[in-house]
Structure formats: C-alpha cells, structure tokens
C-alpha cells in the first residue's frame, strides 16, 4: 500500500520543463510539475514516501503528490486522451494522433533499435550519429518503466548534445515531444510525422524484473519486434550483456534478453558484439534451436564509452560505469552500427 505524509519545501535543488527537484524536510522529493503544478520554498505538501520506505534505487525518492498551500489548480492540456487513466492523476495529454489522423502505418523498412533498458539508448544513439550523422533519429519510450520523460536525465543530455533529434512517450509514459497511444502508433509517427531514419524503443528509467523467465517488464520487448516485423520496419534486438552483475541470471547475455528472444516468434536480427561468443547465446536455459529462426549479424562496435565522452554524456547501467561493463556499451554499440546497416537512403 502507499504511504504518504505532509512536508515542507525547505529547499529547490533543480528545475526542468516537468520536473523540479526539491529537499522537503531535507529530505529528497521531485515534483512532477505537469501533474501538479510547482511548487516553492515554503509551501506544505503531500509526498508519497513508498519508495524510499522500500529502499528503491531509481525510484529512492519522495514524490510530491499535492501543493497545499494551493487552493487550485489547472494544467493546460491538449486534447481529450488521458494517460494515468482512472486514477487520481489522470492528465489530458492529448494524442498526437488526434492531430495526425492520416499517419502512414507502413514503416518502410526503417531499422528499428529495441532495448530493454533505458541506459542502452545512449549508446545506440551516439553510433548512430558517429556513423551517420545526418540521420534523424527519434526515441520512443515505453511505459514499462518510468511514466514521466521527465525524470530521464539521459534524454534531457541526449537532445541536449543532438543524438536525438525528437522522443514520443507511448502508452502511458508522457512528457516526449509527441504522445501516443501506443507503441505501435510511437513508431508510425516517428517515421511518418518525426522523420525518422533510426528509431530507438526502449522503457524510460527503472526495469522492474524478478526472478523468473517471465515475472519483467522487459517482456516488452517480443512484442514490440514483432510490432516493428508487422509494420514493415526492420527490428534489431540490442543484446544486455553484463560481466559485473551480482546475479547470475544477468551475466553473460541477459536472461531477459534471451528469453524475450525465445518468445519472439518472427525473424529479426539480433546484433551481436564481436566480444559476445556464440555460447553465450545459448544460456539461461534458452537452446540454439530457439533462437535459429532468427538473423545473427556480428558486429564491430565503435567505442561507445569514448563516444558518449566526446558527447559529455555520462551514463551508467545499474550503477556501474562504462569501465566495468564494457561489453554492455559494445552491445549497444553493435545494435547501432546494424541499425546504420540497414538504414535506407535518406530523405531529400
């Protein structure tokens, strides 16, 4: 059940469009300004203190639920499809398919990069634009994860430095330069509306995941492959690989890779690193003949880490720094190079 308590803003430590960061009581809380307006040093507000009571690492703050030094307040919005439906926070985000009925659902054979954590979008993106630097290249986010773009400091550093040129939020996740119903929908509007020559999905800040083969979000990712194979794009699957995980159903390629992988009934291709042997696609209890359907491209990655430095991005994966996880960022090096492979002549 959440929890939740009155605080004081004692003090603002940062402000974005959509999100403040704030000390209440001293303690950390952001604001999702879109929701709920912002709020000032001083005022007294209602924070849900779930997360911290549970210890979370991406979600380990408060959140300021409600401004009571407000007597109201309203929020423009954009049309009538609501995201966080039924509940208390349901917004009328709109839709940007309200605003572009006609949207192609045809997507052309573009490449279509799928992730299952937010941190690899960073390096695809930045071997994107390192091999071709006069792509588009737009970023959809799931709501697997993280509902508000808001919070990703990755993507705010990502159009900052000109890696991605656009985002779409898809389901319920919000905040990206267009909303979408879903990501099937994301994908068309980024090809159709967005331009896109590269498009990269993968769920916002914090994977839930457990311990069985099917208890994650990133789950998520067989059906979006097969989404991408039905409208016509080209799916590639961005391996997570991991050498510095404590769990041992992360090390080696990823257990939700692979399984997701297995789960994935149509043909796509699956960019693997130079650095990722053979065998290790065949773990977590995922046989050859699971994935033998599908098309393995080996790949030699640029290096992502010197990539993301000349772009002052700093990211981490679970905590851990380009150094110790250097075969993730080649993974997500490869997927962007097969991406760049399979792009088609750009547009005039």
Same mark, same amino acid.
């Given at each position: ?15 974005? %469009? ?7 009581? +001293?303690? @950390? ?11 000032? *040093? ?18 380990? $703050?408060?959140?300021?639920? $409600?401004?009571? %030094? ?20 349901? *917004? ?37 634009r390192h091999l ?10 799931? +709501? ?8 990703s400091d990755l ?8 890696? *991605? ?21 994301? #994908?068309?509007?980024? *090809? ?127 905590? @851990? ?22 792009? @088609?002549? #750009?547009?005039?």
């Amino acid at each position: 059940m959440p929890t939740f308590r009155t605080a004081t803003v004692t003090s603002i430590l940062s402000e974005r %469009s959509g999100l403040q960061r704030v000390a209440v009581d +001293d303690e @950390r809380a952001y604001v999702l300004t879109q929701l709920t307006g912002p709020v000032a *040093v001083g005022d007294q507000v209602i924070v849900n203190t779930t997360a911290v009571e549970l210890g979370l690492g991406t979600g380990g $703050w408060h959140v300021v639920h $409600w401004n009571l %030094s407000l007597d109201a307040w309203a929020g423009p919005g954009t049309g009538h499809i609501m995201k966080l439906r039924y509940t208390s926070l349901q *917004v009328d985000t709109g839709a940007a398919e309200e605003h572009h009925p006609d949207v192609a659902s045809d997507l052309d054979g573009t490449p279509v990069v799928v992730g299952s954590l937010h941190s690899q979008v960073p390096g695809v993106a930045a071997t994107v634009r390192h091999l071709r630097p006069d792509a588009t290249i737009v970023y959809v986010m799931t +709501d697997g994860a993280a509902l508000p773009m808001a919070l990703s400091d990755l993507v705010v550093a990502m159009v900052t430095a000109g890696l *991605v040129d656009a985002t779409v939020t898809a389901g319920h996740a919000f905040g990206g330069d267009l909303e979408a119903v879903n990501v099937a929908s994301a #994908l068309a509007l980024a *090809v159709d509306v967005l331009g896109a020559d590269v498009v990269i999905v993968a769920m916002g800040p914090g994977v839930v995941g457990t311990g069985t083969a099917l208890g994650t979000t990133a789950l998520e990712v067989t059906d979006i492959l097969g989404s991408v194979a039905a409208l016509g794009g080209r799916p590639i699957a961005c391996l997570r690989v991991s050498d510095a995980d404590s769990r041992a159903r992360h090390r080696g390629v990823s257990h939700h890779t692979l399984v997701a992988l297995a789960r994935t009934f149509t043909p796509v291709t699956i960019a693997v690193p130079d650095v990722v042997a053979d065998e290790e696609l065949e773990a977590h209890g995922v046989s050859p003949a699971e994935l033998r359907h599908h098309h393995i491209e080996r790949v030699t990655p640029p290096d992502v880490a010197a990539l993301l430095d000349s772009h002052r991005i700093h990211v981490t994966t679970m905590g @851990r720094e380009p150094a110790e996880e250097p075969r993730f960022f080649a993974a997500c090096g490869a997927a962007g190079a097969a991406a760049v492979a399979h792009m @088609r002549p #750009l547009r005039a």
